[in-house]
């Protein structure tokens, strides 16, 4: 960019500057010619003549100058009008003005150039913005629309809004949103469309151009992926209820049918006494245990369930993390010294997060628990158990629960928080389920990774 200043500076003013020194030489000479006519014994008429010829000089020099001005007035008020049409004739006679007129004509046409390429670049991006699939609005600090793309409006079933509050008459609810929202904030909505209940998710962004404040919000429609997930998940929970209410229903009937058959035929006999053997009395113990058995475990399995529907909010309190950590492995210690099970704890000296304090502490529970038997089932004479605990550098903690034992299938490690499912002999599936819940009511999540002979690692995390 630099040659071009300077070849400019080049071609424009040292024409320009040679025409002016000429001028001004001329002129002075004439000054001082006029001068010492005046004081000389000269004729009038002469001296007439060479003060018009100063007066000519004056004002050729002054227009010189004007025309100059005005070319560069002229060229500035283009660029400030955006007209980069409208530019001055070239002339063939290459003197230092015509060079000024080739060059700023030449620069306005750089800027329309320019000009029309962002106008096209801008008009490429709203062809984008109209055509995907998110609803997009973006307003200023009152509320006033700039971008609201074909999505959005469809969306919110309005079609043209220049200001929020316009929304607000259908959907007042979302306006609110709109202006509660900070930038990377997220909720969700419901909204009433043509007589159906719509559930938006909302992301809001804020950004700042040009010392003005404006707000972008993305609009997704999420129902239909809402109604998927919660089918799967009745889905899933109906398939669990089914196979273990049948796992103790099915004994029972059994067993009571029979026991219905062998004392029908006792009654069928004929005799007010029956003698029964004690075969028979044995089968009908067996027989009363396992209904009872089979009815405590029916009894559980159903008091598991309403548990897992009256999980009180958390109670939230700063506490130390090495504490909690500290105080699960001293419940499980014998469990752990039994297995000759290494641990391995790295807790961030001081480190305190806003939890209810027994509730994460079943949480560490339930995984520690899960670690050590699968580190009891597998083979290896190293059993390690690793638990880290660490802050993000941008804000929140982790606390992460590691082992090397069996680990988990792929597809059993997609279930292993849904309900009930267990992939125990005698486990209940309860415990990381309830663990998930505990989880987001703490505003965090628990999530697994797992390869099979190497072994399986939980991490919860905490927001800040």
Request: charged share 25%.
């Amino acid at each position: 960019m630099l040659p071009c200043i300077v070849d400019w500076r080049n071609m424009i003013f040292k024409p320009f500057r040679f025409q002016l020194l000429v001028r001004l030489i001329l002129l002075i000479v004439t000054i001082l010619l006029f001068t010492s006519l005046y004081y000389a014994d000269a004729y009038f008429f002469t001296k007439l003549l060479v003060f018009f010829i100063l007066i000519a000089q004056t004002y050729y020099l002054y227009s010189f100058l004007e025309k100059s001005n005005r070319e560069i007035i002229h060229f500035l008020e283009s660029i400030h009008y955006d007209d980069f049409i409208n530019t001055r004739p070239e002339k063939k006679r290459k003197s230092g003005r015509n060079l000024l007129y080739h060059d700023l004509s030449g620069i306005l046409k750089k800027f329309g150039e320019i000009r029309a390429d962002d106008e096209a670049q801008h008009q490429y991006l709203k062809t984008i913005v109209q055509h995907i699939g998110i609803g997009i609005i973006t307003f200023d600090a009152r509320g006033e629309v700039q971008i609201m793309n074909n999505a959005a409006r469809k969306l919110l079933g309005m079609n043209l809004v220049k200001n929020i509050k316009q929304i607000s008459r259908d959907h007042p609810n979302v306006t609110a949103l709109f202006g509660d929202l900070k930038t990377g904030g997220r909720d969700l909505v419901k909204i009433t469309k043509n007589d159906e209940e719509v559930q938006l998710a909302v992301y809001a962004i804020e950004l700042s151009l040009r010392e003005k404040t404006f707000k972008l919000v993305s609009l997704q429609n999420i129902q239909s992926e809402l109604e998927e997930k919660e089918m799967e998940a009745w889905q899933n929970l109906i398939r669990v209820l089914t196979h273990e209410i049948m796992n103790s229903v099915t004994p029972i009937s059994s067993l009571a049918q029979t026991m219905e058959k062998e004392l029908n035929n006792f009654l069928q006999n004929g005799s007010e006494i029956n003698q029964i053997q004690n075969d028979t009395i044995e089968d009908f113990y067996l027989s009363m245990k396992t209904i009872h058995n089979r009815s405590k475990s029916l009894i559980k399995f159903v008091s598991d369930f309403r548990n897992m529907t009256r999980i009180k909010l958390p109670n939230f309190k700063c506490i130390q993390v090495d504490e909690v950590i500290s105080h699960v492995l001293l419940l499980l210690r014998q469990d752990i010294e039994v297995n000759s099970i290494i641990v391995d704890v790295s807790v961030k000296p001081n480190l305190t997060i806003n939890i209810d304090k027994e509730q994460i502490e079943q949480v560490i529970i339930n995984v520690v628990k899960n670690a050590i038997q699968a580190l009891v089932q597998g083979e290896k004479e190293h059993k390690s158990l690793t638990i880290t605990a660490m802050s993000y550098p941008s804000g929140g903690a982790f606390i992460r629960v590691a082992d090397n034992g069996t680990g988990i299938e792929e597809e059993a490690l997609k279930k292993i928080f849904i309900p009930f499912f267990t992939t125990k002999k005698n486990g209940s599936g309860i415990g990381l389920s309830l663990s998930k819940q505990i989880m987001r009511n703490h505003g965090g999540n628990i999530s697994a990774k797992s390869q099979i002979g190497e072994g399986t690692e939980f991490l919860l995390k905490f927001a800040s």
